[in-house]
């Protein structure tokens, strides 16, 4: 009876272990076959009269959620520079990048999203022209808002936004105070990049998102929307001024989580 039951319990401890073995050998198929996880590195590119900080609502949204985010610093001092920089930064990363570009950062974003690092491109209120087109030919696509208003360049070529329209053209729906730092820090860009012509169309082979600011006077909305249909973005409108990055973020992060985790 002894030999018996030992026998049975022998046979019960093989019959287990074949069955551990084939199930952690199934687990290792079901791990190689699964869908790559979504992007995790977010690069988020600024536009002119603003620096990378006014992404902070939006990178402390991200970071949250666990993605690695990285702000560039555009120097604004020619198209060719800022594409410099943001490559800089994309080649940093350990992976796939989704793409961000605020205004002039469209343009930027379009011609450093060729870079094979990157995985699509999201234009936030922002440029998005096509091969030999400027920056300065959409500008013009419209008449400007009464509430907007450039200065002309100074003797280094430097080009601000209007100080006295600054809150009701740039950044509409911030409070006063907030407006009035950013006015005070802004960051001013060499006239002539928006006489530059894009070379490279990252937007004609990557898949691209497009959000529109419906109360922005800076850039406007239609000519936005012209924009991102043409480049065929999937594209979503948030009610919001210029910096609709700032004052609708949750809004704006949502459209980056989509494109990170569409890829």
Same mark, same amino acid.
Not at 50 to 55: C, I, L, N, R
Not at 90 to 116: C, F, M, P, Y
Not at 120 to 149: H, I, N, Q, R
Not at 246 to 254: D, F, L, N, P
């Given at each position: ?27 290792? @198929? &079901?791990?190689? /076959? ?36 990285? @702000? ?17 930064? @994309? ?55 009464? #509430? ?31 407006? &009035?730092?950013? /006015? ?11 006489? #530059?012509?894009?070379? /490279? ?14 109360? &922005?006077?800076?850039? /406007? ?17 948030? #009610? ?24």
């Amino acid at each position: 009876m002894k030999t018996s039951f030992k026998s049975s319990e022998n046979r019960r401890f093989l019959m287990f272990a074949i069955l551990l073995i084939v199930g952690l050998f199934n687990l290792g @198929i &079901d791990v190689a /076959n699964a869908q790559p996880p979504a992007v995790k590195n977010i690069v988020l590119v600024h536009g002119a009269f603003a620096d990378g900080s006014g992404w902070k609502p939006v990178y402390d949204i991200l970071v949250k959620k666990g993605y690695n985010v990285s @702000i560039v610093q555009n120097p604004l001092t020619s198209l060719k520079a800022d594409v410099e920089i943001t490559n800089s930064v @994309i080649n940093r990363q350990d992976g796939k990048v989704i793409l961000v570009g605020h205004s002039w950062g469209g343009t930027v974003i379009t011609e450093a999203g060729v870079n094979e690092k990157v995985a699509a491109l999201v234009y936030v209120a922002a440029f998005m022209p096509d091969s030999g087109e400027t920056t300065g030919k959409w500008v013009a696509a419209a008449p400007a808002a009464p #509430e907007a208003g450039f200065t002309d360049p100074d003797q280094f070529g430097y080009v601000y936004f209007d100080p006295a329209k600054f809150h009701g053209g740039f950044a509409g729906d911030l409070s006063q105070a907030q407006s &009035d730092f950013m /006015n005070a820090s802004q960051v001013p860009i060499i006239g002539k990049c928006f006489e #530059e012509p894009v070379d /490279n169309v990252a937007w004609k082979s990557k898949p691209s998102y497009g959000i529109i600011a419906t109360k &922005d006077k800076a850039l /406007n909305p239609m000519t936005e929307r012209k924009m991102y249909e043409r480049g065929k973005a999937q594209i979503t409108e948030i #009610e919001g001024s210029h910096v609709v990055f700032i004052s609708q973020a949750e809004a704006v992060a949502k459209v980056i989580i989509k494109a990170a985790n569409a890829q």
